[in-house]
Nanobody, 115 residues
Framework: QVQLVESGGGSVQVGESLRLSCAASGTISGWTMGWYRQAPGKQRELVASINQRKVTLYADAGKGRFTVSRDNAKGTGFLQMNSLRVDDTSVYYC??????????WGPGTQVTVSS
């Protein structure tokens, strides 16, 4: 059983940056990490993902502002968020897919952007 620990959320002003981290317990291999967010009253949506070959995918909302990365040795993924906007306010979740068949979710971290 893999556990995910997220960190880096918080409250910032418009235009500022945050870096989210998601660390997996134990040693993992063959993993893809996705970052999702869910605002109150809305569905959870994909923000970005990165696979084991470091191929990245971005939803339109984060293109040009967000950067997803990973540290394979540490089993950790990152989401660098720049030029944050009020509508980026959400709970952000990391999602880990191991070898295609296992899926885990982090507990979520709150990101609040105010003007």
């Amino acid at each position: 059983q893999v556990q995910l620990v997220e960190s880096g959320g918080g409250s910032v002003q418009v235009g500022e940056s945050l870096r989210l981290s998601c660390a997996a317990s134990g040693t993992i291999s063959g993993w893809t990490m996705g970052w999702y967010r869910q605002a109150p009253g809305k569905q959870r949506e994909l923000v970005a993902s990165i696979n084991q070959r470091k191929v990245t995918l971005y939803a339109d909302a984060g293109k040009g502002r967000f950067t997803v990365s990973r540290d394979n040795a540490k089993g950790t993924g990152f989401l660098q968020m720049n030029s944050l906007r009020v509508d980026d306010t959400s709970v952000y979740y990391c999602n880990l897919i191991l070898k295609v068949v296992e899926e885990y979710w982090g507990p979520g971290t709150q990101v609040t952007v105010s003007s």
